[in-house]
Nanobody, 115 residues
Framework: QVQLVESGGGLVQPGGSLRLSCAAS????????MGWYRQAPGKQRELVAT???????NYADPVKGRFTISRDNGKKTVYLQMNSLKSEDTAVYYC?????????WGQGTQVTVSS
């Protein structure tokens, strides 16, 4: 069993930056592929970025070059550095952990980009 707790969301102006954190509890964190997803009002949840247990990363086209996903297995934490934020990045951001048939979600953290 893995529990995920996101933090770091908030209100930021366009062009600003935020760093989201996702702290995991439980065993075998280093085995999990981790990801960030987001859901804007009235829209489906969508992939933002993923990082495998080997450190390979993948990004959705809208965030390439602006967002960076990373992980610290010693701290059981995955991060999402978000730069050059746009109003269209406004959403609830969710952390995801996946390993074999196990799949876990955090409760989400709100990111609002507005002047």
């Amino acid at each position: 069993q893995v529990q995920l707790v996101e933090s770091g969301g908030g209100l930021v102006q366009p062009g600003g930056s935020l760093r989201l954190s996702c702290a995991a509890s439980g065993r075998f964190f280093s085995f999990y592929d981790m990801g960030w997803y987001r859901q804007a009002p009235g829209k489906q949840r969508e992939l933002v970025a993923t990082i495998t247990n080997e450190g390979r990363t993948n990004y959705a086209d809208p965030v390439k070059g602006r967002f960076t996903i990373s992980r610290d297995n010693g701290k059981k934490t995955v991060y999402l550095q978000m730069n050059s934020l746009k109003s269209e990045d406004t959403a609830v951001y969710y952390c995801n952990a996946e390993w074999t048939s196990s799949n876990y979600w955090g409760q989400g953290t709100q990111v609002t980009v507005s002047s």
